[in-house]
């Protein structure tokens, strides 16, 4: 690998990084609706390059590989498919969940991504979380007037995360 690929990959592991702990710190650190749009675009952009980067290198695939790409064509044609085009949460909790697979994959393969990457990411993100939980948590307690709220907001957060990373 010639050393302008590898500072490409790194920039590109370093971005995506990122935009992670940007895209899932929204409502708590950013307040605007289109950054996390551009961070999810973002997101989306690098992880299709790198999928199409797997796809095309000659290496064998992982098995996990094998599975993940048909069920994302499986989501991508139920989408295309339904009658329901305004649904989009479902296919982009789907995307943002399994296709930046590819690039961490990558990134792990060749030495880029580290443990101590995935640490600090999860050591920033951790805040961000109990922060989002208890902002929400409170915001039900006002709507509900009640002191017994059940609250599933990060649970899609922390999800997304553990296969994100």
Known sequence: MSRAAL??????????????VFYFSQDTIIPFEAVGKILLIVIYGISFLYLIKMVMSKDKFHTIMKLLIPFLIMNLFGYLFSSNYLEFGI?????????PFFPFYYFANKNILTTKHIVGVFIVLLPVFVFKFQRSLQILKIENLNDYVVDNTVYLSDCSL???L
């Not at 490409?8 to 995506?16: A, E, G, N, T």
Request: with cysteine; net charge positive; aromatic share 12%.
């Open 162 to 164: 553990v296969f994100f």
């Open 7 to 20: 500072s490409i990959d790194r920039l590109s592991c370093l971005v995506l990084l990122v935009s992670v």
């Open 91 to 99: 296919l982009k909790a789907v995307l943002l969940n399994f296709l």
